[in-house]
């Protein structure tokens, strides 16, 4: 049937009304296909509420669609919005969260904050597809876990195309090096950072990669190679991680901290807008500082640079050590690290403040109940102000449904540390209501 788009939906997909039949005026989505277009699609799902279509072909075309650069997009699932311009992705994203925060009240403008469009991604997962007679490498399909064979990737930095191409062409060469235990091979992880690499290798058992580690190593400033010992899907690092070969870390300055990370640290994969997002959080974080979720510590070592009292709660034991080691290396002594569950921590060093500001920067996840109940108890030692930084927008509406219980958004900011993707990270600012 022929169909036309009026809006778009959360993951950047096109929403039309079934015109005609027994299904008249029943929601759909459609990839692929902007508001204001008419298309000719397929129903590949009906359920009693919505459908779900496949897109046949474009009757009349937006004048913000543009022509995508990869030729992989709509087939790879890493990018969803490579047929919108600059300005309708950018309008896109600002709704997602102002849906969110004009429940609660908010109701300014808000910009969304941009940078480089392709060529931003410091860490990447390649997915070995070895269910052939050759080692591939390549990207999962949209919706899937089959791979599609690329050959690079236009969102990851030029560095890690590089590497890439090298460990397609190394794999293809010494597919029988691997013969006995090619099935083992689960993942490439590349992370690239001011040039210098840190490459894993998620295997399902230990195998002999000694010619890999030689081999690359020699071809690129590789500063570690990692094994890790992994069958789980949704985590793929959680497994046995063993550095086979190098120094493993990759030193950084940024705000004059000093610090280091390994294969298992987190970092923002967006160099630029990181430092912007960063640039937020320190402007209007006043006063001391509660710094929940606060991962190898580089924000709290930030703020602890203006001798302000800063306590860093992180759950994760590795990344509370590196936080331990910058504090250290920094000669912070007004910081102190925390590692342990935010939600028991915090209502514990609130009472040692009288004035402080809680940044939180959770996982997808969002903040954890305890966290929410501790927010919402009117004699508790509640901080002043709050910073929210999310990269989900379901979770941090569930969270502000708490929080605003006590607190009003006074700014809010969306930082596009993911273009061409549906992802944003979202800067929330709130004040205690007296």
Known sequence: MRVDVVRLGVNG????????????DKIGFVDFVLPGESADIEIAQDK????????IDLCSKS???VVPKCKYFGVCGGCD???MDKLLQTEFKKKLILDVVQKFGYSSDIEIVCGEPFGY???MVFPFDCSKDKITLGMFKKNSHEVVDIDECLIAKSGINKVLDFCKKYFDTNNKLFEKCKN???YLVVREVEHKFLITLVCGRKIDLSDFCDSICNAFDVLGVYMNISDNSDDILSGDNTLIAGVGQIDLCEFGIDYSIDNLSFLQVNDEMKTKLYDT???YASGDIVDAYSGAGLLSGIMARSNRKVVGIEINNNASHCADILKEKNNLKSLKNICGDTGVYLPKVSKDFDWYTLILDPARSGCGKAVLDF????SANLPASIVYVSCNLATLKRDLAQICQNYKITYVRGVDMFPNTKHIETIVCLQKQV
Do not use: M, T
């Open 121 to 123: 991604r410091n860490k």
């Open 48 to 55: 009693s509420k919505f459908c779900r279509a496949k897109l």
């Open 81 to 83: 919005l490579q047929h």
């Open 281 to 283: 959080v320190i402007n």
């Open 375 to 378: 927010l919402k108890d009117k």
């Open 184 to 186: 083992e091979l689960k």
């Open 13 to 24: 997909e096109g929403i039309f009304y079934v015109p005609v039949g027994k299904n008249k």
């Open 63 to 65: 004048a913000n669609r």
